[in-house]
């Protein structure tokens, strides 16, 4: 294989990251995406442990980071009335971070970073609006896979399909047969977020979160470009079954049909609900998902590899991107490393990421039912626990257990590649 053929499918933020590396580790990379254009809207996201650790091997990309970051300070949580009862903040040093992190960027704005880092590549091309219509794995031992594209791009045949497109990814459904629930493990809990005009906050870089009764949780942080930023959560009991079907029902019909949905949901829930709910209904940028856990026997199946959320979505436990940059980083790194032998350079990716899979993985002991609480009772003793930690100042020592692999450093150890561009 002189120059391996590859195509990235998702232009997020595993995709990029995957042909930022991959093209350093001398293949030609052809990266499509389904919408028209680059999506520079979403939630603020976080770059943790090895993820700090694959940023730091990026020439600039710290930089870029740290210009576009969300610049909150921490989070304080509040009663119904407003008055907090206790807030978390950043520690101040970005090799151990607290569950407030240093590194919090909006997901749009991190998408372009990356794109911006690879599109000059002259071994990286994009392709916006464009989608796989089928794949033909090739009969022959170690040959490549036949790809068919639905919107006008020719035919081709590459090396290796990495599929970078979320937890209900198609192209894994092409590769690895099944349907797009399949692998995926809910956690009965969904999520929304959104941009208002309004500043709630009146110009605080400390979010404000509050919880009401049924597990509906909701977090306000100050955008800089003006107004807020606004996530919503829906949070129910592990032990129900597919609670969250009347939500994907309704992300079926569309945005303002979830939109109702949400507001129904959070009708009287008190605080600032009603003025969210009112400005959510205009607002252009709304996005929703429902939170689950990808969970496959094996990252790869013949030359399909997953990367991302389409292979290992970690739900709420805050290291989804970690994940997809430090997945990109090795499968890049094992391929270089095992050339001429895909095979091996697949199932050292797999070899190397199940251990830090697992571990990310891990969401925390009662990390849900603490941050939305289902009762009264259940949120009273939630904020006064809470704001005990937060006085006798052990919140240090709370956020280790809360917050699991999503705080601390890298101790994983990530191996040093010999790249060839």
Known sequence: MSQPRVLVVGASIAGPMAAYWLA???????????????????????????????MRKIPGMEAAVRAKTTQIE?????????????????????????????YEIFRGDLAQVLFDLSKDNENVQYIFGEQIASMQQSEIDDGPIKVEFANGLPT??????????GTTSKTRVMGFGGSVRDYIDPTNSWAAFFS???????????????????????????????????????????????????????????????KYFIAQHYKGSGWKTEEIMAAMMGSSDFYANEMVQVKVPSLHEGRVVLVGDAGYAP???????????????????????????????????????????????KIPPMVLGICAPQTAWGIWLRNNIFAFIAWTNILEYAQKFFGGSSTGTDKYGLPDYDWVA
């Open 24 to 54: 350093k580790a001398g293949a030609r990379v052809t990266v499509i995406e389904r919408f028209p254009r680059l999506r520079t809207n979403g939630q603020g996201i976080d770059i943790r442990t090895t993820g700090v650790t694959v």
């Open 74 to 102: 921490g989070m304080s949580f509040v009663h119904n009335d407003g008055r907090p009862y206790g807030t978390i903040r950043a520690t101040g040093n970005p090799d151990q971070q607290s569950l407030v992190s240093e």
């Open 156 to 165: 081709s045949e590459y090396d290796l399909v990495v599929a970078c497109d």
């Open 196 to 258: 208002i005009d309004q500043d709630l906050i009146k110009g605080s870089k400390v979010g404000h979160g509050f919880s009401a009764v049924g597990g509906r949780f909701l977090a306000i942080m100050n955008d800089p470009a003006g107004g807020n930023r606004v996530t919503l959560m829906g949070i129910h009991p592990r032990d129900k079954r597919d609670v969250t079907l009347p939500f994907r029902e309704a992300m079926k019909e569309g945005d303002e049909a979830l």
């Open 315 to 361: 739900g709420p436990t805050g290291t989804g991107t970690t994940l997809a940059m430090t997945g990109a980083y090795i499968l890049a790194g094992e391929v270089g490393k095992h050339k001429g032998d895909l095979a091996a350079g697949l199932k050292a990716y797999e070899k190397r990421m199940r251990p830090i899979i697992d571990d990310m993985q």
